[in-house]
């Protein structure tokens, strides 16, 4: 295991214990809060999980390659959606 792998994997460990740690003790004063500034703290923590650097390239390089991977992208949101509900 190198140091990176190391640092990743207690990285992700400090992250399970603090999660743990809110849903612990912070949820009696989370349920307080208005549902809009709840959808707020979960939009922004899921932006980061968007890379759209690719897109961007494949919008400079063919607007049909990026037209057909921002509709997969979107079909495959929309099919995970829909088998949720």
Known sequence: ????????????????VAIAAVLMFLTAPLAYLPRAALAAIVISAVIGL???VPLAYYYRVSG???????SRRSASSRSACCRAS
């Open 1 to 16: 295991m190198t140091r990176r792998a190391g640092r990743l994997q207690v990285t992700s460990l400090v992250a399970a």
């Open 50 to 52: 968007f890379d759209n």
């Open 64 to 70: 049909a390659e990026f037209a057909f991977r921002s």
